[in-house]
């Protein structure tokens, strides 16, 4: 089964939005935000694939503006990011 992907994307906090395209269920070109990014596949060269938290994958085509190099590079810290903030405590007053 091939990758879905999302183009003209954009960062929101440890997710993505973006229009899909090749979902077997959503329309192409539909608007969707992502769960939370957990990880960052780069193990093809040239191709960025995000696997979210509840497991869907997406290929990262290009981004909503500017270049794809310094987004990716953003997206390359959301999966730090979403696990210290799962292993922050809590602070209660």
Known sequence: MSVPILE???????SIS???????KRKDGKTITTSYIESVDESQEGVFIIITHSGSKYRLGAPYHGKRSEHLE??????GFY????ETPTIVE
């Open 8 to 14: 003209q994307w954009w960062v929101e906090g440890t």
């Open 18 to 24: 973006g229009n899909i395209h090749g979902h077997p």
């Open 83 to 86: 696990k210290t903030l799962l």
């Open 74 to 79: 953003a997206v390359r810290l959301i999966p």
